[in-house]
């Protein structure tokens, strides 16, 4: 069974044949173009689970691709290649779609947990009660949000578990599951889910060092009876945050820093953040 339809764009024969290789390997379905527009032209007909895209590519970039892709297909995750990361992050800040980076020569590794990170969404269904096919590890968090202010029990901790994963392996927050796994749903009203998005990227958009929000991504995912219905006014957050760079440790507008282990994230004390900032230096 595949684990997602895949659109594999670059002008490099080579880098095709050898991503492709490896997306294979691991059970995804990868269709192949060499150049923006010929993507394009697939894309206008066929919705994919993915976008992975190389940026510098001839008259069409990859950025421009990614734009005309999500007018197209809103659902459609995307993952852009380039070695100037900075220049991705001010870029993305222009623009009106969501797109998550990838380095440039990047390790097997990097791809593959970005890949599944991105995917891992789509593929997820939350039905009411039921337990997910996943556990709390330092990958995955989840929050069980309780009482009448949601928008604010999820904006008063994302950045907190934000710091952690981005000090450790990236990762995702999922609010609306219990600690056993069992979704249980937070109640947001349509308004409210654009609120959700809106505080929790304020809370990300101050952490130090700087990382774009547009590496981030909040999703609202329903969440359906057993019978199949999609419960109104009911999904589960989440948060997906991406891995830091590993020489920085990364602090809370607050100037408090965390890192992910299993189950939990941990607040770091004073000599807790000097050895930790002295590790990332002798790497």
């Known amino acids: 069974m595949s684990k997602g339809l895949i ?17 294979e390997y691991e059970d995804y379905t990868v269709e192949v173009a060499y150049s923006g527009e010929e993507a394009w032209a697939l894309a206008q007909g066929k919705q994919y689970d993915l976008l992975l ?8 970039t990859g950025l421009q691709l990614a734009e ?7 659902d ?20 009106h779609f969501r797109a998550s980076f990838l380095r440039k020569g990047a390790d097997i590794d990097d791809l593959l947990n970005k890949v599944e990170g991105m995917l891992q969404g789509r593929r997820l269904r939350f039905v009411l009660g039921q337990l997910v096919p996943m556990v709390e590890d330092r990958q995955h968090e989840f929050k069980e949000v309780k009482g009448q202010g949601p928008v604010n029990t999820i904006k008063n901790t994302a950045d907190e578990y934000a710091v952690a994963f981005l000090n450790s392996e990236g990762g995702s927050i999922y609010w609306g599951i219990k600690d056993n796994g069992e979704v249980g749903g937070v109640q947001l009203a349509v308004g409210q889910r654009d609120e959700i998005r809106r505080v929790v990227n304020e809370k990300l958009a101050q952490i130090q060092p700087t990382v774009a929000v547009s590496s981030f991504r909040v999703e609202c995912h329903p969440v359906y009876t057993e019978q199949g219905a999609e419960i109104a006014e009911t999904c589960v957050v989440e948060v997906v945050v991406p891995p830091g760079s590993p020489k920085v440790l990364y602090f809370t507008g607050s100037n408090e820093a965390f890192v992910k282990v299993d189950g939990a994230r941990r607040k770091l004390n004073g000599p807790q953040i000097q050895a930790e900032i002295q590790k990332r230096l002798e790497l």
């Open 76 to 95: 459609t995750r995307i993952i852009v290649v380039t070695a100037y990361e900075e220049r991705f992050a001010e870029d993305m800040d222009k623009r």
């Open 68 to 74: 005309q892709v999500s007018k197209r297909w809103p």
């Open 53 to 60: 895209t190389d940026w510098q590519m001839g008259t069409m």
């Open 7 to 23: 659109l594999l764009v670059d002008d490099e024969p080579m880098v095709i044949r050898t991503t492709r290789e490896v997306l």
